[in-house]
């Protein structure tokens, strides 16, 4: 059975930052790109952040770019996205998603198999 476990989110005020972590199990870790993406209420689920099976090449939504990056430890199972400089449009769940590894990192939600249940993150100002 395949689980993505997503831990780290929290409330914060404008400026701060937060690490999110999300564990796999039940797959080979190493072969699957790994996302982040998130859905704010009463909108489509938006890309994030996405990396390769081996953590060398990443990409990043326009929206932050420069202010988040995600990492990932094969060793662990789990990959990261420290956000800094949170501002409240920031605010939503954030879920990670796995897809088995591709020619090229994509940002589209249908590409990806497995899913996490998600984990708030709230930015006041």
């Known amino acids: 059975q395949v689980q993505l476990v997503e831990s780290g989110g929290g409330s914060v005020q404008a400026g701060e930052s937060l690490r999110l972590s999300c564990t796999v199990s039940?797959?080979?870790?190493?072969?699957?790109?790994m996302g982040w993406f998130r859905q704010a209420p009463g909108k489509e689920r938006e890309f994030v952040a996405a990396?390769?099976?081996?953590?060398?090449?990443?990409d990043y939504g326009n929206s932050v770019t420069g202010r988040f990056t995600m990492s990932r430890d094969n060793a662990k199972n789990t990959v990261f996205l420290q956000m800094n400089s949170l501002k409240p449009e920031d605010t939503a769940v954030y879920y990670c998603?796995?897809?088995?590894?591709?020619?090229?990192?994509?940002?589209?939600?249908?590409?990806?198999?497995?899913w996490g249940q998600g984990t708030q993150v709230t930015v006041s100002s």
């Open positions: 998603a796995a897809r088995f590894f591709g020619l090229r990192l994509t940002p589209e939600v249908l590409d990806y198999q497995y």
């Open positions: 039940g797959l080979t870790f190493n072969v699957y790109d």
């Open positions: 990396t390769d099976m081996i953590g060398v090449v990443t």
